[in-house]
């Protein structure tokens, strides 16, 4: 007997930019582009923002994983902003070792603007990768 419970996949938690990659999610939705309903968006200033323990914390209230879509070198704060991001997701892969956690759950792609195409595959992609890590 079934729960009444509909499982449409792995929630993945998006990291996504107010200025760069909100306006790129937004159109996907605009354009129909279907992603999974499981995939929840948390709008910041600059990706390079992001601290390792929200992420951390993410994983431990039941995300199944982590997506930045990283300004790139449009971010209006500074050019400097996918260094600074791969690094604070290189020292989440750390801490994320050390805590037994596959790393892979943590992922980051630069998304422009008007990337709705790039950003529903990258989603995709990883859900993919959830779903099967799981089994």
């Given at each position: 007997?079934?729960?009444?419970?509909?499982?449409?996949?792995?929630?993945?938690?998006?990291?996504?930019?107010e200025k760069i990659s909100d306006p790129a999610i937004d159109m996907a939705g605009l354009l129909k582009l279907h992603y999974p309903p499981t995939v929840y968006t948390i709008s910041i200033p600059c990706s390079s923002a992001v601290k390792p323990k929200w992420i951390l914390h993410a994983l431990k209230q039941g995300f199944d994983g982590v997506f930045i879509a990283a300004d790139g070198t449009d971010c209006p704060y500074g050019e400097s902003c996918t260094e600074k991001t791969a690094q604070v997701v290189s020292q989440t892969h750390e801490i994320m070792k050390e805590k037994g956690i596959e790393p892979a759950r943590?992922?980051?792609?630069?998304?422009?603007?008007?990337?709705?195409?790039?950003f529903v595959k990258h989603v995709k992609s990883f859900t993919s990768y959830l779903t099967n890590s799981s089994n």
């Open positions: 007997m079934s729960s009444g419970k509909i499982n449409y996949g792995p929630k993945i938690l998006v990291f996504s930019t943590l992922k980051m792609a630069a998304i422009c603007s008007v990337c709705s195409e790039a």
